[in-house]
């Protein structure tokens, strides 16, 4: 963490060096069009309570498309992209290091924005959201334990809220908050890459969860850079057997993540 404070630090002295100065703070505070791409550094930690841990440091792409109309009424593409390789920790199978991660993500929301005038707005938005996540265990832990691949799907509603003001000198501050709401997730669990003995790969169902997200980003120009946070907890899954006799499931478990992102918008 004290690396990516190091580049909040360095990147906010270099945009702000650099930026251009511009008139922003005479238009209108609505939702801006066009296309945007940018890169996240992050820190990241998946829990099983009492059972076994994920986490460290990942990086990242992110891209959106949004379209506007003279009616206020906006909608918007989402894409990320975030890769890690991360520790895992178990009290009952060990250690691994270095452990495959990647996070794939797409969303498309709609919404409008109300009050653009030149010093306060506020954006409300709905949609729909597709997270898929893989990591990949295979090997041996510190015990000599066998993992496995896994495979991670969700489908969620997200409901945020987005407010922009002024700071002056064309710099605006875009806080937004945002609830997630979980409609389903399917869990493929590799379990033949154990090499156990009658044991075959399986897929849980979940129905319970939630999300939310906050972001603090600040706009000049062109850029938009700043921090942010996502965070899931989804309950027990379904039960299916996994062959020798044998039951598994997928337990309850959250997730949190927050880092730093910069974008630039064409």
């Known amino acids: 963490m004290k690396a990516l404070a190091a580049a909040a630090v360095t990147l906010s002295a270099v945009?702000?060096?650099g930026a251009k100065q511009s008139n922003a703070a005479g238009e209108l505070l609505a939702t801006r069009p066009g296309l945007e791409l940018g890169v996240q550094a992050a820190y990241y930690r998946y829990e099983e309570p009492d059972i076994m841990k994920l986490s460290g440091n990942r990086g990242g792409l992110v891209g959106a498309y949004t379209f506007t109309d003279a009616r206020r009424l906006f909608s918007r593409i989402d894409v990320r992209d975030s890769y890690g390789r991360l520790k895992y920790e178990s009290s009952g199978t060990g250690t691994q290091d270095k452990v495959p991660d990647n996070i794939f993500e797409v969303r498309a929301v709609g919404g409008a924005d109300f009050f653009p005038g030149r010093s306060f707005s506020l954006s409300p938005y709905a949609g729909l959201g597709y997270r898929y996540l893989y990591d990949?265990?295979?090997g041996y832990s510190s015990t000599g334990a066998a993992g496995y691949r896994r495979?991670?799907?969700y489908m969620y509603a997200p409901l945020g809220l987005t407010a922009r003001m002024h700071l002056g000198g064309?710099?605006?501050?875009a806080p937004t908050a945002e609830f997630d709401?979980?409609?389903g997730g399917r869990q493929k669990s590799y379990l033949s890459d154990t090499g156990i003995a009658g044991?075959?790969?399986v897929i849980n169902s979940q129905d319970k969860g939630h999300g939310y997200r906050a972001y603090v980003m600040i706009e000049k120009d062109h850029w938009a850079f700043g921090g942010w946070m996502h965070y899931w907890l989804i309950e027990d899954s379904d039960v299916q057997s996994v062959g020798g006799g044998y039951a598994g499931y997928e337990p309850r478990n959250w997730t949190r993540e927050g880092g730093l992102e910069i974008r630039y918008r064409f």
């Open 199 to 201: 044991v075959h790969d």
């Open 151 to 153: 495979e991670s799907n």
């Open 170 to 173: 064309g710099w605006v501050l």
């Open 15 to 17: 945009l702000l060096l």
């Open 136 to 138: 990949d265990l295979r």
């Open 181 to 183: 709401v979980f409609l």
